[in-house]
């Protein structure tokens, strides 16, 4: 649920705690439009708590990825939590590496209900498959990194303690 302060033009969606400025935005709506409402957000709240950009957020609408986000009388989009989840979901698909044409399948099993659960589980095993050599590399390279690091913190160590033997013989 959000509240908008018409005075303020402050928007506090009571169930996340966040508080958005509106001021100048919020003065062209009607005030009953404006103080109370279902609890969504717009593009801007989306990319803030998403992280996503609002280029993403909209290849994610070209693409069917997600679907349902109404327009205000104003034009302007109103995204729900339902959204946020599946935003959260996809990006999460997307930094693995799942490619469009899985994400689409994945979202068109999805959307044909229960009868694709299997699918949608068999279609995430092996995604997951693909990902745990991955997995491997990335933390081999890390223990590298952390090797490399330990490494130039002892050099470091040691090129100070001569620097402050040289400063106390001069």
Do not use: C
Not at 69 to 83: L, Q
């Amino acid at each position: 649920m959000s509240v908008t302060d018409t005075t303020t033009g402050t928007t506090t969606h009571t169930t996340t705690g966040t508080t958005t400025e509106y001021a100048a935005y919020d003065r062209k709506r009607p005030t009953a439009y404006v103080t109370t409402h279902a609890e969504t957000y717009s593009l801007e709240e989306v990319v803030r708590i998403s992280g996503l950009d609002a280029d993403t957020l909209g290849w994610y609408e070209r693409q069917g990825l997600i679907e349902g986000a109404e327009e205000d009388p104003y034009g302007v989009r109103a995204y729900s939590p339902i959204h946020l989840r599946w935003l959260e979901f996809l990006n999460h698909l997307r930094s693995t590496g799942m490619s469009p044409a899985d994400m689409n399948h994945y979202v068109e099993l999805y959307r044909a209900g229960d009868p694709t659960i299997a699918a949608r589980r068999e279609l995430l095993e092996a995604h997951r498959e693909l990902l745990r050599p991955r997995a491997a590399e990335f933390a081999a390279t890390l223990r590298y990194l952390d090797w490399k690091i330990g490494f130039y913190a002892e050099r470091e160590a040691v090129l100070a303690r001569s620097a402050a033997a040289s400063a106390v013989e001069a």
